[in-house]
Each structure stands twice: as structure tokens, then as C-alpha cells.
């Protein structure tokens, strides 16, 4: 059925390549480094001397006699209420008190970037330096020095917890129990386009700003919201994004770089610019949520899961943004990856002198997976059958209904495995040194509803020459949802990508859409689209029947073209349609618009609910080489085996598996934001080590295909998954084949050697 | 302390007044306004300044441009024909979806171009050799180099 589906389809399921690809090979892709307007200021932020300290005195008179300086700005000019971050404790400059190297305590807007650089080092601060805390589970200990004082303790008030079945009488009635402490570190983003913004105001106090924000809709929220801070009730926001160098999770939260922006703009009377240069970014953007796991998961003696109990703690770092509500993720692979009727879960995110964290790619999933899939193995171990065996025993299947309310519309796992069973298939005996090692993932593929709404509109627009313009409120930093939307409306209009042009860069002319997050804009964006291409297709086949002697049924939209179906000689072109529509007495023109929030719900208290309209499967396979001398790994095989639906364009999914499971490497063998009481010490591509060309592996990504009755075309997301179980599946065959279990990320060669030094001694 | 300098830039002379200090980053973004060539770090880390100076791929962010003077430079801009036709390699990334979010584009092809004028036929380990200093995070590499490998085999097609 699946083959017969595409080969119906024109432009859905064909590789073409990105839409804005060759204005990007040219160089003439815009980013927000390549935006000056007129008269613009260049703005600067001061960062803290210290991990925690007190601010006893600030003088900014030497900056602001500067020539060219044209404001500073310190915590004591900023309003109030202008404060960032669903928690609310960090407001965009600080006063009072530091509790972290990167908090931001003064501005500066100038005619230079040199001369505004300039001016912060002649501002003037005198602090008093407080002992700091640095480990999470010190900081929950009584005495710990208090990082917020408004708080009386360092954990945060969050409800992170859940208990479904019985745990305790499971573990009991368990044929076999394993347990460990897993522990993540900080890891970034590293977008090649560092982060910036430029603030303007018009005559009326209308703010237009400039940033290569992931959530544009969100961000003009929160925009508004510090313009009432500063007392501008009832103001517009427009909100512009460039072409985004990378996102990945970075920009799904508004930074203090946007909101000193808007303040300096507004004091200066002109448009200011601020943009990070790339020590700012590896020391100013937030990290991936850093992780302690404690996890005890066990099966009954045929392998079957009997139960899982997890507890965290979250380094929170010295202020909060999302990464304190990555727990609400980590829950779904923990409830439901794989069957399990006996679940707890228990999380604690607790404020440190460190660095805070954000979203990134996969939301905690690669954390809690990393914990889960190392334990199965050790479960598959004790129970004497194969990692495989396992996970096929547990599998998730079609129809499933998990402990927390998801709902499997559509799982390919079963394919997944099949596709690893066959490409990793081992011949003659096993190497020394060598050993394989898999994992499976789950992640929301069908939206996931975190915010009130979870929906995307879009407008869609026809012209006298047959073209479209489809303004969508979903976004495109890269991962190319751009070519999602014209191959989707291409597809149910009859026409070729090339008639479809998409706008996904401005709230003035975009519907509103919650962010380009949880690998939802396939699958949310996506059906928008389609719904608002539904209802052009119905108008135009509506005026056609009264042109070509036909009932609208009768008709069909192919090749630019409307004509009867089994009679293709009577048709028309569809641009002269849409003229004898636009042209005739009474004129019509066709567009339509069309709000897409998926079938999906909020978590309730007990955080049951189906949080997404459809869940999307893979696992992944590695081969590794483990150099016994050196502690070295190298990587010699990797299989990729991801469920998506339908995909709708194949060679852009490769590419985000690809992309996903690369930065899922870096993240298990070579990341780490080294952080020293607080201090970042390696804010530079040199010493922070991502993967370079001379690294890349040969990835096989097959495309196990199922159909997702909700997603458009059958589609699922697939944005994420690709660096959700890499790393336990490397953990997993560093095990197999030298025999020790690294439970600390990264797998640095320091480790492996430890580990076999402390293996040899037992 | 201002210098004159004049070097051949994607086929044009230019003679231009430089300050000093100012690497050839600066002068081709912020000066010329030839935003295509991108600062990833400004630090030589990255590879996304990288042009070509006398065939050679540089990070432009490391090399002054008083050095620039007497030089012939090829930038990102002066790939493509006249007509608008693509270069070859930058239709391959394209093509293959070397490209996502395309700030390490430009760097990634001017480095892949001053191999394959050099060395036509570069094995897979030059190539990743000639790569390692370009950074990229959004592709994992692998469809860059099936990018660099088919415009290899276009390159010497059209040369035959």
C-alpha cells in the first residue's frame, strides 16, 4: 500500500534539495550577521568577575566619558519587573548579587563594537566574593550556601515526580534487578552563527527586533512583556528572523542579549546590535541539562521488564530557563520506552554557582535513555540472553497505551531491530578489542503540547500566475522546513516546488506557531499547511467544474494543471484559472488560512496525558574498536535505524540522522564544557572537541517506514531522535568489547583506561 | 597607520585604503560588504572565513590584509558564472544536501575548491584531511563529503 502511495505522489517523498541551498552555497544567505541598518549602535554585555558574589559598587563614569559611548547600563537601571525565564529569577542585568560567571551585570551601546568593547573595561566594580557550591547534591545538603536568597533552599519548587503501578512490590516479585549512578555533563550547541539580536524603535514606541530566535511567536511574548516592565503599555512587537545559523535547542527561550537590546535601543533612540562573539556563545548560551541518575530497573526471568525507579538531581546552574523542565520529557522514555507497568520517577533541579541550562536536541531524552539503555544491557546480562533478545521481549508495539497515557499510533521499533539484526550481523569470531553495541529511542513525533497550545497557523496565497506564497508560523534554522511546506502544498495543489514560496521570517505577516522544538514542525507546521492547501484545493476545484463540465469530485489537480479525471484532454492550466477566477465580473482570488493544534494533551498533575499525537521510534547500532594501550575508541560501524512515518523528503531526514547521530558521538565520546568552580575553561572550538571531517563515520540511516494516520502525508518528526541513543548504544559496545561499563559521559580515553586499570585489579 | 593596498579579487582589481590592524575578514565583510564569507570565531577554529589566497585556502580571520596586497583572492561571491550558473561543487552541496543552516557553506566549499583545483583527485582522506579545520554541526559531515566526492567526478567530466 505504502509503494503505491508514493508512487501517486509528484512531489512528496523526492529528494530535493533545500530550497534556499544554492542561495546559501553563494553566499548571499543573510544572517543576523550580516544585518546593519541605518545608524545602528553596537551594544556590549559585562559578564561577573565571579561564581557568587555580592556587587558592593559599580562606576561606569570613565565608560560613559568614552568618546562614542553613547549609554552603560547597569542591574539598577533595569525595571523591575523585566525579569527572563519561566521562573522568573533572572532578570537581563543583575543587581546585588552574581551567582554565576555568566551573569550579566552592565551594557554598553556605542558607535563601535571596538569602542563599546573598550568601554567595558573601564567599567569600575567592586564585589565581595561569596563561597560558591558547585555540586548539585552538596548544594541539597542543609548548611549549603543559599545561591538564591529569595529561595530557602537550592532546590527549586518543580512538581517532578510520578509513581505508577507499584514499584516496590515489582522489585520484589523481580527475577533479576540491576542498578547504577549514570552521570551527564555540560554540553553545547556550538551553532556556527553565534547568537544576536538588533532592537529598534519606531517613532511610536513600537519595537521591531531583529533575532535568530527558534520561537518567534513566544519571543514576541516575552518582548511585550518587558516593554510593559518598562512602563510601554498597548505597544507592537515585531519580531524578524534571518536565516538562523543552527538552532538545535539554543534559541527556544529569550536571552538577556535580546532584553538589553530593547532597553538600550529605547534609551539611545536608535537600533542597537548585539552580537556574540564565539567565547560569549560557549560561555553565555545554556548547555544541555547536565545529569546525576540513580536507576534500578529490573525483569522477570525471561526478560521480561518488571519495573524502573529513577531519581535525579539537575545541576540548575545559578538562574533558570528550560532545562529545569527537561524532567517533563525525560519522563516519556522513561514510562514508556519499552512495556512497563511499574514506574517512579523523581527528579530534584537544584540552583548551584554553575552555568544554567536550555533545551537541547532531544529535550533530556538523551540523558534518561543514556541511564535506561546501559541498564538493559546489564539486565540482558543477567539474565544470559542477547541485548537484542531484550529489547525485542519489551518492545513497544502499535496500539499500545504506555502507564502514562501514551498513546502508540504507530510504531516501527520491531523494523528497527530487523534492520540492525541485519547490518551489523557479525561474521567469524569476534575480534579482540572489538565489540557492538545498539539502543532504542522514543520521542513525541506528532507535536508534543508543553505550552497551552501546541498549534501552527498559516496563510496560503494564490496569484494571476499560477504561484503560491504559503506564510507559515513555523520556523527554518537549517533542519528545512521550508521544503516540508512547499513539497506538502505542491503535493495537494497540483504544482511543482518551484511555484511555492514560503515566509517564515516576521510576525507581521506569520500566524503565531509555539517554536521550532520537539521535532513538532514536520508533523504541526506540516499539517497546517496541508489543511490551508485542502481549502485552496477545494475553491479551485469548485470553479473548475463550472469551466470544464464536471463535478468538483471528477477532477484532479496535477502537473499545474486541473482536469477530469480519466479524461485529461478535458482540463485547464491552473494559472488561467485562477485569472478567469480573479479576472471575471465578481472577482475571486484564492487563499486560505488554516490553524493546526494537534490531538494531543497537556499532562495533567499526575502527568498522565497523551502528550503527542504520535510517538516516533529507532534504534541505533555501533561497532567499535577500544585501543586497551590508550583507552582510545574509535568508531568503525554505525547504524542509524530510524521509524519516521512517511518521509517526505529523504534526503533531508538522512541529514538530520546524520547531523543527529554525529552530535550524538560528540556527546558520548569527546563534549564537555569543562566548567572549575563555575569557570568555563574551554570556550573555544581548540579545546571544546566536536567531531571534525577527519572523525565523520559512515552512517547507515535506513528509513524503516510505517503510516501515521495524523501526520501529514503519513510523516512523523524526526528532528531529534538522531542523537537520543547514541550514546548508551557506544556505552553498550565499549562494554562488549573490552568488558568495562563507562557510566560517566563523555567516554574520554582518561576513563576507559580507569575503568580497565580498575577491572585488571579486582 | 593606513596602507594602499591592490590585489586581484574573484577576477577584479582592487586597490583599496586599509587600516593596519584589519585582518581580510574584516575588509571583504565589514568593508566591501562581501557578506559571504562568515566569522564563525574569529579565531582560526572554524574554517567559515576560509578563501582562497594564491590557491591556497586561509582563514581570513587570521590573515591581515595589508598581506593580501599583490595577492589574487577568491572568495565565495566570485564562484558562480556570470550567467548565474553554479560552480560545480557549490551545485554538488546543494545537490546532496551539504547544506543546512549554511553558515560553514562557504568556508566548506572554498576549502573543498582549493583541494580539488589543486589535487583533482583527492582520495576520501584527503578530502577529509583538507575539511578537518571546517566545522560543521548541523550535517555530521557525511553528506558534505558524498558533496565534495560527486563534484569530483562533475569537475573532471566537464574538464574532458
Given at each position: 500500500m505504502m509503494n503505491e502511495l508514493k508512487e501517486k505522489y509528484s512531489v512528496v517523498g523526492k529528494r530535493i534539495p533545500k530550497i534556499d541551498a544554492a542561495q546559501k552555497a553563494m553566499g548571499r544567505a543573510e544572517y543576523i550577521q550580516d544585518i546593519k541598518l541605518t545608524g545602528m549602535l553596537y551594544g556590549k554585555l559585562l559578564y561577573s568577575k565571579y561564581a557568587h558574589a555580592r556587587i558592593l559598587k559599580i562606576d561606569t563614569s570613565k565608560a560613559k566619558a568614552l568618546p562614542g559611548v553613547r549609554i552603560v547600563l547597569t542591574g539598577e537601571d533595569v525595571p523591575e519587573k523585566m525579569v527572563m525565564g519561566f521562573y522568573k529569577d533572572n532578570p537581563p542585568l543583575k543587581k546585588g548579587k552574581v551567582t554565576s560567571f555568566r551573569d550579566e551585570v552592565a551594557a554598553v551601546a556605542a558607535v563601535t563594537p571596538e569602542i563599546a568593547k573598550k568601554a567595558l573595561d573601564l567599567i569600575e566594580i567592586e564585589y565581595e566574593e561569596l563561597e560558591g557550591v558547585f555540586d548539585p547534591e552538596k548544594a541539597m545538603e542543609k548548611d549549603a550556601v543559599l545561591v538564591n536568597e529569595t529561595h530557602k533552599s537550592n532546590v527549586l519548587k518543580l512538581p517532578w515526580k510520578l509513581h505508577y503501578g507499584d514499584v516496590e512490590k515489582a522489585?520484589?516479585?523481580?527475577?533479576?534487578?540491576?542498578?547504577?549512578?549514570?552521570?551527564?555533563?555540560?554540553?553545547?550547541?556550538?551553532?556556527?552563527?553565534?547568537?544576536?539580536?538588533?532592537?529598534?524603535?519606531?517613532?511610536?514606541?513600537?519595537?521591531?527586533?531583529?533575532?535568530?530566535?527558534?520561537?518567534?511567536?513566544?519571543?514576541?511574548?516575552?518582548?511585550?512583556?518587558?516593554?510593559?516592565?518598562?512602563?510601554?503599555?498597548?505597544?507592537?512587537?515585531?519580531?524578524?528572523?534571518?536565516?538562523?545559523?543552527?538552532?538545535?535547542?539554543?534559541?527556544?527561550?529569550?536571552?538577556?542579549?535580546?532584553?538589553?537590546?530593547?532597553?538600550?535601543?529605547?534609551?539611545?533612540?536608535?537600533?542597537?546590535?548585539?552580537?556574540?562573539?564565539?567565547?560569549?556563545?560557549?560561555?553565555?548560551?545554556?548547555?544541555?541539562?547536565?545529569?546525576?541518575?540513580?536507576?534500578?530497573?529490573?525483569?522477570?526471568?525471561?526478560?521480561?521488564?518488571?519495573?524502573?525507579?529513577?531519581?535525579?538531581?539537575?545541576?540548575?546552574?545559578?538562574?533558570?530557563?528550560?532545562?529545569?523542565?527537561?524532567?517533563?520529557?525525560?519522563?516519556?522514555?522513561?514510562?514508556?520506552?519499552?512495556?512497563?507497568?511499574?514506574?517512579?520517577?523523581?527528579?530534584?533541579?537544584?540552583?548551584?554557582?554553575?552555568?544554567?541550562?536550555?533545551?537541547?536536541?532531544?529535550?533530556?531524552?538523551?540523558?534518561?535513555?543514556?541511564?535506561?539503555?546501559?541498564?538493559?544491557?546489564?539486565?540482558?546480562?543477567?539474565?544470559?540472553?542477547?541485548?537484542?533478545?531484550?529489547?525485542?521481549?519489551?518492545?513497544?508495539?502499535?496500539?499500545?497505551?504506555?502507564?502514562?497515557?501514551?498513546?502508540?499510533?504507530?510504531?516501527?521499533?520491531?523494523?528497527?531491530?530487523?534492520?540492525?539484526?541485519?547490518?551489523?550481523?557479525?561474521?567469524?569470531?569476534?575480534?579482540?578489542?572489538?565489540?557492538?553495541?545498539?539502543?532504542?529511542?522514543?520521542?513525541?513525533?506528532?507535536?508534543?503540547?508543553?505550552?497551552?497550545?501546541?498549534?501552527?497557523?498559516?496563510?496560503?496565497?494564490?496569484?494571476?500566475?499560477?504561484?503560491?506564497?504559503?506564510?507559515?508560523?513555523?520556523?527554518?534554522?537549517?533542519q528545512g522546513l521550508d521544503n516540508i511546506t512547499v513539497q506538502i502544498v505542491a503535493e495537494e495543489l497540483g504544482l511543482l516546488a518551484e511555484d511555492i514560496n514560503v515566509v517564515h521570517s516576521d510576525t507581521d505577516v506569520c500566524p503565531w506557531d509555539v517554536g521550532a522544538h520537539a521535532s513538532r514542525s514536520t508533523f504541526v507546521a506540516g499539517n497546517a499547511a496541508l489543511g490551508a492547501a485542502r481549502k485552496v484545493k477545494e475553491k479551485i476545484l469548485e470553479f473548475g467544474s463550472k469551466f470544464l463540465d464536471a463535478s468538483p469530485e471528477e477532477l484532479v489537480l496535477k502537473n499545474r494543471t486541473v482536469f477530469v479525471s480519466g479524461n485529461p484532454e478535458k482540463s485547464m492550466p491552473i494559472d488561467k484559472l485562477l485569472r478567469k477566477a480573479h479576472f471575471s465580473p465578481g472577482g475571486t482570488m484564492f487563499m486560505a488560512d488554516h490553524f493546526y493544534d494537534p490531538e494531543n494533551e497537556n499532562l495533567g498533575k499526575d502527568f498522565k496525558g497523551n502528550m503527542s499525537a504520535a510517538y516516533t521510534f529507532g534504534a541505533h547500532g555501533v561497532k567499535v574498536k577500544v585501543d586497551e594501550e590508550t583507552g582510545k575508541v574509535q568508531v568503525l560501524e554505525y547504524v542509524a535505524a530510524h521509524d519516521v512515518g512517511q518521509a517526505i523528503n529523504p534526503l533531508l531526514l538522512e541529514g538530520q540522522v546524520y547531523g543527529g547521530a554525529i552530535m550524538g558521538l560528540g556527546y558520548a565520546l569527546t563534549e564537555e564544557v569543562i566548567v572549575k568552580k563555575g569557570e568555563i575553561m574551554n570556550a573555544n572550538f581548540r579545546d571544546y572537541k566536536l567531531f571534525t571531517a577527519k572523525d565523520a563515520v559512515k552512517i547507515k540511516a535506513p528509513i524503516l517506514e510505517t503510516y501515521e494516520k495524523a501526520g501529514p502525508f503519513g510523516a512523523k518528526g524526526v528532528g531529534e531522535p538522531g542523537c537520543v541513543p547514541t550514546a548508551p548504544a557506544v556505552a553498550n559496545a565499549i562494554y562488549d568489547a573490552v568488558g568495562v561499563r563507562i557510566t560517566d559521559l563523555p567516554i574520554t580515553p582518561e576513563k576507559v583506561l580507569a575503568a580497565l586499570k580498575a577491572k585488571k585489579e579486582k | 597607520m593606513t596602507t594602499n593596498i591592490s590585489f586581484l579579487l574573484n577576477g577584479d582589481e582592487i586597490s583599496y585604503e586599509i587600516k593596519d590592524h584589519w585582518t581580510l575578514l574584516h575588509l571583504l565583510r565589514e568593508e566591501m560588504g562581501l557578506i559571504g564569507t562568515k566569522e564563525g570565531c574569529g579565531n582560526g577554529e572554524c574554517g567559515a572565513c576560509t578563501v582562497i589566497v594564491d590557491k591556497l585556502a586561509v582563514n581570513s580571520c587570521l590573515y591581515l590584509a595589508v598581506e593580501a596586497h599583490g595577492k589574487i583572492i577568491e572568495t565565495i561571491e566570485g564562484l558562480a558564472s556570470t550567467d548565474g550558473t553554479l560552480h560545480p561543487l557549490q551545485q554538488s552541496f546543494v545537490d546532496n544536501g551539504g547544506i543546512q543552516c549554511g553558515f560553514c557553506s562557504p568556508g566548506m566549499i572554498m576549502a573543498s575548491k582549493a583541494l580539488l583545483d589543486e589535487n583533482p583527485d583527492a582520495t576520501e582522506d584527503e578530502v577529509k584531511h583538507a575539511l578537518a579545520g571546517n566545522i560543521c554541526r548541523c550535517t555530521g559531515y557525511v553528506q558534505i563529503l558524498e558533496s565534495v566526492e560527486a563534484a569530483k567526478e562533475n569537475l573532471s567530466g566537464r574538464d574532458q
Open positions: 522489585e520484589k516479585e523481580s527475577a533479576f534487578v540491576v542498578e547504577d549512578r549514570f552521570t551527564t555533563t555540560w554540553v553545547t550547541h556550538c551553532c556556527l552563527g553565534t547568537s544576536g539580536a538588533i532592537a529598534l524603535f519606531d517613532a511610536n514606541d513600537n519595537l521591531t527586533v531583529y533575532s535568530n530566535t527558534q520561537i518567534r511567536s513566544l519571543a514576541q511574548k516575552d518582548f511585550l512583556e518587558s516593554l510593559k516592565a518598562m512602563g510601554l503599555k498597548n505597544k507592537r512587537v515585531r519580531v524578524i528572523t534571518p536565516i538562523i545559523g543552527g538552532g538545535f535547542g539554543s534559541k527556544l527561550d529569550t536571552y538577556a542579549y535580546e532584553h538589553v537590546a530593547i532597553l538600550l535601543a529605547y534609551k539611545c533612540h536608535k537600533p542597537v546590535k548585539i552580537l556574540f562573539d564565539r567565547v560569549e556563545e560557549f560561555k553565555a548560551t545554556s548547555t544541555r541539562q547536565p545529569t546525576i541518575t540513580y536507576i534500578k530497573q529490573g525483569c522477570d526471568k525471561n526478560g521480561k521488564l518488571t519495573f524502573r525507579d529513577i531519581r535525579m538531581i539537575l545541576d540548575n546552574g545559578g538562574r533558570t530557563s528550560w532545562g529545569a523542565t527537561t524532567p517533563s520529557v525525560m519522563m516519556m522514555p522513561i514510562t514508556t520506552l519499552y512495556r512497563l507497568d511499574n514506574v517512579r520517577f523523581d527528579a530534584k533541579c537544584v540552583y548551584t554557582n554553575n552555568t544554567y541550562s536550555q533545551a537541547m536536541r532531544g529535550y533530556g531524552n538523551p540523558q534518561a535513555t543514556f541511564a535506561i539503555e546501559s541498564t538493559m544491557d546489564m539486565l540482558a546480562e543477567k539474565v544470559g540472553i542477547d541485548p537484542l533478545e531484550i529489547r525485542r521481549i519489551n518492545q513497544n508495539k502499535s496500539g499500545d497505551e504506555s502507564p502514562q497515557g501514551f498513546k502508540i499510533t504507530s510504531c516501527g521499533l520491531d523494523k528497527c531491530f530487523d534492520a540492525l539484526e541485519k547490518e551489523l550481523a557479525q561474521e567469524g569470531p569476534k575480534e579482540k578489542g572489538v565489540g557492538v553495541g545498539i539502543a532504542s529511542l522514543i520521542h513525541v513525533g506528532g507535536g508534543a503540547r508543553i505550552y497551552k497550545s501546541d498549534g501552527c497557523g498559516v496563510i496560503l496565497k494564490m496569484d494571476d500566475f499560477g504561484k503560491v506564497d504559503v506564510f507559515t508560523g513555523g520556523s527554518d534554522m537549517g | -
